[in-house]
């Protein structure tokens, strides 16, 4: 398969992971341009022991995490409101603004799982191949992070 045809068919899930992952337009176009060119380089090592599309997003979450290790990102503000990113991720959720804000708000370990889970339909044996983690270790960072975000939710609407 060419790079292209992987654009075109997970360009815009790759994106929307990274922009969701790092919460910066600019950064997620960056991190997505990075994703595919690691992807090019290394497609003749991709074994097909995973879908391609799990391929891509392990080496998408693998490079935001890099990029939010760097020093002077984390001492760099969010340039772009989270309410701008709500378009891109589910425009059919009614209240998809406030859920992506409460997505923002968890701690980047529960916020990948929940990313990888929901937005990308990933199932918690992926997620764990993904990320290293053992399946039960996945499986409570979903269950917190989802009462992280009912308790943020709930209290966001009464407000």
């Known amino acids: 398969m060419k790079i292209e045809e992987l654009i075109d068919l997970y360009g815009d899930d790759i994106l929307r992971l990274c922009l969701l992952y790092l919460g910066d337009r600019q950064l997620a176009e960056d991190a997505f341009q990075e994703t595919f060119v690691k992807a090019w380089k290394r497609m003749s090592s991709f074994r097909g022991e995973s879908s391609v599309k799990t391929w891509l997003c392990t080496i998408a979450v693998n490079t935001c995490r890099s990029m939010l290790r760097t020093g002077w990102l984390r001492m760099r503000r969010k340039t772009e409101d989270m309410d701008a990113l709500a ?48 399946v039960n270790s996945v499986s409570t960072r979903l269950r917190r992070a989802r009462a992280l975000l009912e308790k943020t939710l709930k209290g966001e609407m009464d407000a």
């Open 87 to 134: 378009g891109l991720a589910a425009p059919q959720e009614p209240d998809y603004g406030e859920v992506t804000r409460a997505i923002s708000l968890l701690p980047a370990k529960y916020r990948e799982i929940i990313i990888l889970h929901y937005y990308h339909e990933l199932k918690i044996r992926e997620i764990a191949e993904m990320t290293g983690l053992p």
